[in-house]
């Protein structure tokens, strides 16, 4: 009876081991089966194309690839796959693939960073890093900007330049107006510089990015884009580096003739920024040779002019056009290139 009781037991053990070893197997070959699936993976951003990413992958494979934006104003500022962001290194995004399909989908966002030239396209030397809102009592006001070509190109027509606020909420883009590009002729497109202006009313507090960007497959192509960061300040917070210039007016040749007529001598800057106090000097001629002090602005374009007689009928004598060291007055403009300079002009004939 023991005998056949003990058979039965050791008859039951090896079932039970048979079993559990059928088990074991049995999971072995259904995980061998999970590891081969492969997952699908979409990606499908707007403006955006992606090299090295597959459309298949398996559960655990580590998938690297590259993310580029046809817009030139714009850049990927995210990577999500799925509810995962992808890590960024070297230039490339990464993530391990989940046993599940995988959506990529990438944040863009505009560009924040200065341009300053772009080869056929650049910022003019003056052009301000600040601007300050209007205020109300003041009326409309707006800020001119102005960009340049570095040869004559073919854009002179409608859609061929555009001006771009890339942080709208601070500058929006209705604040941008009056686009312009400066014809060298009228028979052609080609355009040497151009500008447009901003509406003071309309800005808000903040810093923002003006883009300008250039495009045509003319004989001159051109594919360029600009980008200006500007900041805005409330009014009388603008900050300008002013150097202390003079210029020596000899009248000799008309101060006796004309020296009862209010012979006055003016300074102005072409330049001025709303928002700041007034740069025009206005001196009243009291000997034949002048000097007059003034604050000059780095990069603002400067004129002189020397007139006499009652308004509005104003008398403009001509100024002879004069190079120093450090400064230089030539086709109407007056440029200095280190402060404390002094440069001296002369009045020659009477128009």
């Known amino acids: 009876m023991k005998k056949t009781f003990g058979l039965i037991l050791t008859l039951l053990c090896l079932c039970l081991s048979f079993g559990m070893l059928?088990?074991?197997?049995?999971?072995?070959?259904?995980?061998?089966?999970?590891?081969?699936t492969e997952?699908?993976?979409?990606?499908?951003?707007?403006?955006?194309?992606?090299?090295?990413?597959?459309?298949?992958?398996?559960?655990?494979?580590?998938?690297?690839?590259?993310?580029?934006?046809?817009?030139?104003?714009?850049?990927?500022?995210?990577?999500?796959?799925?509810?995962t962001e992808c890590a960024f290194a070297d230039g490339k995004y990464s993530f391990t693939m989940p046993a599940q399909n995988v959506q990529v989908t990438v944040t863009v966002g505009y560009v924040q960073k200065e341009v300053l030239s772009d080869d056929a396209l650049l910022w003019?030397?003056?052009?301000?890093?600040?601007?300050?809102?209007?205020?109300?009592?003041?009326?409309?006001?707006?800020?001119?900007?102005?960009?340049?070509f570095s040869t004559p190109k073919n854009v002179g027509y409608e859609g061929n330049v555009t001006v771009t606020s890339l942080n709208p909420e601070i500058i929006p883009q209705?604040?941008?107006?009056?686009?312009?590009?400066?014809?060298?002729?009228?028979?052609?497109g080609y355009c040497d510089y151009g500008s447009f202006e901003i509406n003071l009313d309309k800005v808000s507090l903040g810093t923002a990015y003006i883009a300008v960007h250039a495009k045509t497959s003319s004989v001159t192509p051109i594919d360029a884009t600009i980008i200006k960061k500007i900041e805005v300040v409330n009014y009388g917070e603008l900050q300008e580096e002013t150097w202390q210039e003079n210029v020596e007016v000899d009248l000799s040749r008309v101060y006796d003739e004309f020296k009862d007529n209010n012979i006055m001598i003016q300074i102005s800057d072409r330049d001025h920024l709303y928002g700041t106090p007034?740069?025009?000097?206005?001196?009243?001629?009291?000997?034949?040779?002048?000097?007059?002090?003034?604050?000059?602005?780095?990069n603002h374009n400067y004129s002189i002019t020397v007139y006499y007689g009652?308004?509005?009928?104003?008398?403009?004598?001509?100024?002879?056009?004069?190079?120093?060291?450090?400064?230089?007055?030539?086709?109407?403009?007056?440029?200095?290139?280190?402060?404390?300079?002094?440069?001296?002009v002369d009045v020659v004939s009477v128009e």
């Open 174 to 188: 209705s604040a941008l107006t009056d686009l312009f590009v400066n014809k060298l002729d009228n028979y052609n």
């Open 124 to 148: 003019s030397a003056n052009v301000p890093s600040q601007i300050c809102k209007a205020r109300k009592e003041d009326g409309s006001q707006s800020q001119d900007v102005y960009f340049e």
């Open 278 to 298: 007034s740069r025009t000097v206005t001196v009243a001629a009291s000997s034949d040779v002048m000097t007059v002090s003034f604050d000059y602005i780095p």
């Open 22 to 36: 059928a088990a074991c197997g049995g999971g072995k070959k259904d995980d061998n089966k999970a590891q081969d």
């Open 310 to 344: 009652e308004s509005p009928k104003l008398v403009f004598f001509t100024l002879n056009e004069s190079v120093t060291a450090n400064a230089t007055y030539q086709n109407g403009d007056l440029v200095f290139t280190q402060e404390g300079v002094t440069i001296s």
């Open 39 to 83: 997952y699908t993976i979409t990606a499908q951003s707007e403006g955006c194309t992606f090299e090295g990413l597959p459309a298949q992958a398996k559960e655990g494979d580590k998938l690297t690839f590259t993310v580029s934006v046809s817009d030139s104003l714009k850049t990927v500022e995210k990577v999500m796959a799925n509810d």
